[in-house]
């Protein structure tokens, strides 16, 4: 029978984490950047899950859940910027947002 060990959660994550990454430098768009963002903090949960079940320690599983409450609030304070651009800037196109500070 196959089991899942530490090295499958860490390859997983590191996967997961280069294409949050990879999306943050390549991507534009700020609703694909948080999103990258978001990719990012659900691959460095996944990691510290995967330890924590690798040691047994429960502790983990709080720490991740605090990660994921502090990653809602960034989502949703990330969109009220990302909406409050829009409306003045009629973009949210970020090489454009740049272009217009003055």
């Known amino acids: ?57 429960n502790a983990g599983h709080g720490l991740a859940i605090f990660v994921m409450t502090v990653a809602a609030a960034e989502a949703g304070v990330g969109l009220a910027l990302v909406l409050a651009i829009f409306r003045h800037h009629k973009t949210v196109n970020v090489d454009e947002i740049r272009a217009l500070r003055g």
């Open 1 to 57: 029978m196959f089991t899942i060990t530490l090295t499958h959660y860490l390859i997983l994550s590191a996967v997961l984490f280069t294409i949050g990454v990879a999306g943050v430098l390549v991507r534009r768009n700020a609703l694909v950047i948080l999103m990258s963002i978001e990719l990012m903090l659900n691959a460095s949960n996944l990691a510290l899950l995967g330890f924590a079940r690798q040691m047994g320690d």
